[in-house]
Structures are given as structure tokens and as C-alpha cells.
């Protein structure tokens, strides 16, 4: 993307490899190996397209590689989905960060996102670090995915605010190794962080905040598929430590308690720093289900919620349902008896074409300006209120309307209570209601289906609920 504009050509390096050499003969590309069978081929295509960009529309060279995980998911589909690699939309990253500082910091004013160093252990092709130009001053990205750190590489080397700004990428990109999160201990892992900030005579000398969208994946599943793509690592004691092993089978709650574990440690060093997490998850854990509740109190004691709000699932990420993801923020401030109730401003209508207008480099009183109404519109939900089931509300189990087949019925053509011409009278193997029942309930698509009553006597002719009464007809 960086190389590929409508001056390229392809030229061949002293290894018999071919390069991009694109913008006029300004930026060359890395040797890429092509069977010899293919050069001719490759460089009449290369030559013959470009990739269009347009900064007014948004369409930079930026915006293609924060799409990057498209590409994974066209080459390897079952590894992009073991390790959970769906990118952040860039322009809800952006607004994210425009959210903290106006809703979060906005409330303490002297502060800045600046003042922090700002890390994405999971970056993907670093959408979320990258985004917010002329805010985060302090930036590291890391990544399990050697490839994906060096597309982070590539993209900010390609844009001179991040070379003037400074970023660290670790591991570094030589090692074509990336670094897991998870299978660590926090210390392991921030020694080897420190080791690398201190080759380039970097400290970690101001609190952390974590700025990520952890992979949502359920580990709960053929564990097959894990091993086949290297995705079936163990998690460190320390994190399940919290988590429990049924909350450790989801991924993004790992991510978290290691987390937890690496603010300790910092705050353990600096017992003046507050470190922050700003991190995209689904709602379950926020809420939390009861699967959740044992990690929420632990990790209530240590982090104080401070605002939040949630986007429709599909809308801004490459994700299959439709369900809501939250954006929340949290300060380190450990606190044994603390109990946080988590209230966020629903933005589920938000579009992510609605987004795509905004020029993110407009001036801070302007994008104020245009965001404002969106935030305005907004209402606050209250994640943590209690909900009972209809099962809990009304004490009974549920109704099902199929059931066996007795010995007298077998053989017959109609068992079912279905009208007559219905065709599940033959699809269906089992019955569903009775052919002389005297109640009429409704299948999912409103065919009416005769019921007769049942265990807990709710079918009934009182006339305060909706009720029919069947004329039998022989047939
Ligand atoms: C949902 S993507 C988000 C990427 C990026 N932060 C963004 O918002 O666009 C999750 C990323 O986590 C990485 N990942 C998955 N498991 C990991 C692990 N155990 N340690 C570090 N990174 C991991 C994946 O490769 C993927 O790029």
C-alpha cells in the first residue's frame, strides 16, 4: 500500500527478487519473491492498477492498512478466527480517543492522554495506538502475530508523525517473533517490555494505560481447530488465578486479569502512578452474568469504573451477530470494598458511515462541535440492573408444544394438531400438540396449532389473556 500509486514499476533486485518502486521513484518496497513463472504476469498487474488514495475522502494509505485483517482473513480464514483478529474500525478508534479525552479527561483537566504511556498488547495493524494523531505522545504496540507487527512497522514508518513522535513495537520486527500476553506471568512479561524500552534508553517512568480490543473467543470449543493454528497455548496460573477456569475460557476476560496483574505490579513499583485500561469488550462481564460475578469482585477491589458507552457489534467490526460492544473506562485505585455499577451511554444506533464523514483532523473546538449531538442523543443505561427471567418471574418451566408419539398413534398420518394441509403433517417426526386438541397455540411463523391442557394448567379460556377456542371438524 505504501509503495503502490500510479507511477509504479517493478524492479528487480541483485537476489532475482522484485520490488515496488512507487511515488516517482521515492519509496521502494521490500524484495518479494515471485516464481519466475508469474513475473511477467505479476508486473503487468502491478503496473497496470494502483491502489487509489484520497486524503480529503479518508481514503489514505492509513485507512488500507487499518483494514489489514481483511487480507489475514482471505488467506487463513480458521487462523483469523482463532486468535481473534478483527480490527477496530478506524474511525470509531478515533472516536474512542475522542471520547476519553472530552467525557474522562475533560473532567480532570490538566491531565492528558500524554502524560501516559499508552500500550495495546494485542494491536492488530495498531489501529487503536495510531489513530489519534497529536495525543498519544508515548505509544507501544505488541502482538502475537509476527506479520501483523510488521504491517504496525510499515504503517507507522510511513507516516512522518509517527517517526517524529517515536513509537516502540515489541518485540522488535527482526525477530519475526510476536509476544503472547497470556501464557506469562505480568513480571515475565513487562521484564522483557522494559528490556526492549531500555534499549532505546526509553523508561517506564509514567503510569500505564492500555488502550485495546482483546480477541473475543471462546475457548470453549474443538479444541482441534486451536492446535491446527497454534491458538491452543496455555494461560499462566497467575490470570486464571482470577478469572477461574470457566471465565478464563473467554479470552477478552483473560486479557483483563493480566491486566490487573501488570497495574499491581507497576503501582507495586510507583505507589503513586494510577494507571488506566480503555479496552472494547462484549457486555457479559460488565454486567455481570454470574459466570462473571467471582472475577468482577476481585478486579472491583482494584479498578474504579469511570464512563463508558456501546456500539452495535456488526456495525464497526468484521463480526458474525448482532450484539452490543462496550468501550469502558477504568482507573487503577484499589479498593477492598468497592462494588462498581456500570451505567453507559447506549450508541447503538451509531453507524459506522456516520463516522466515516467526521475529518478527524479538524480542530478539537470543531470535532467538539459535530460529535456533541451524537453524544447528546445518547441515553444511559444501566448495565448492572437487576433482570429476572420470564422462567425466574413466573416460576414455571417452558412450555413446548411437540412431545412423543404414543404406540396408538404410530403409523397415522395425522398426529399433529396443524391444519390439515400443513406439510409438517409428513416433514415432522414428532408430534406437536394433538389433532383433537381443545386449546390453540401458535407455531413461531403463526400457524395456529390445536394443544390440549398441560402439567401446569396455563391454558384456559378466562378472559383476561388471549385465548381461542378450535371448532373441531371431521375431516
Ligand atoms: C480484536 S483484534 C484487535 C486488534 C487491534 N487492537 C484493533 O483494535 O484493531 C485482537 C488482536 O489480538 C491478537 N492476539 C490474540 N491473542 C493474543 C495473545 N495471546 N497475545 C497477544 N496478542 C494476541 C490478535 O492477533 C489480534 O490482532
Redesign the pocket.
Known sequence: MAYWDVTSKIIETPNNELAVLGFKGKKISDPIHVASKHVKAFTHFVETHYVFTNEGSGLTVDYYFSRF?EVLAALDPEYVRQ??????DDNL?KFALWFVERYFFGRHTEESLNDYIVF??????G??VTSWRGHLRHKIV????PD?LKVIEKRMRQDPYHIETGFTIIPKTVTNQ??????RAADDYMNEIERVLAEKSLRMDKPLAFL?????KSTDENEDNRTDKAAN?GVHASITAHTGEDAAKE?YLTFVAQILNICQRQVHQSPDLQPLLLI?TPTSWLIPRPTYAGFRRIFDAHFQYEDGFVVTSNEFFKLQGRWPVAFTLWRYKPDPDRQNHVTVRDLTNLTARQLFRFDWNAPAELLDGLLEPVMEKAQVVNLGRERQTVRELSNQPRYNSYRNLTKQESGQTFVSGFPKDDSRHKKLKVPYGFVDGTFIGFMDDNTPVRLKQEVNNRHSEFPNRVWFSPRLQKH
Not at 486468535?83 to 477496530?88: E, N, R
Not at 495495546?120 to 495493524?125: F, R
Not at 510476536?178 to 501464557?183: P, S, T
Open positions: 485483517d486468535h481473534g483478529i478483527f480490527f477496530t478508534s495495546d498488547p494485542a494491536g492488530g495493524s489501529n487503536l505488541s502482538e502475537l502475530q501483523l510476536g509476544l503472547n500476553f497470556l501464557d485495546l480490543n482483546p480477541p473475543y497455548y479470552r472494547f
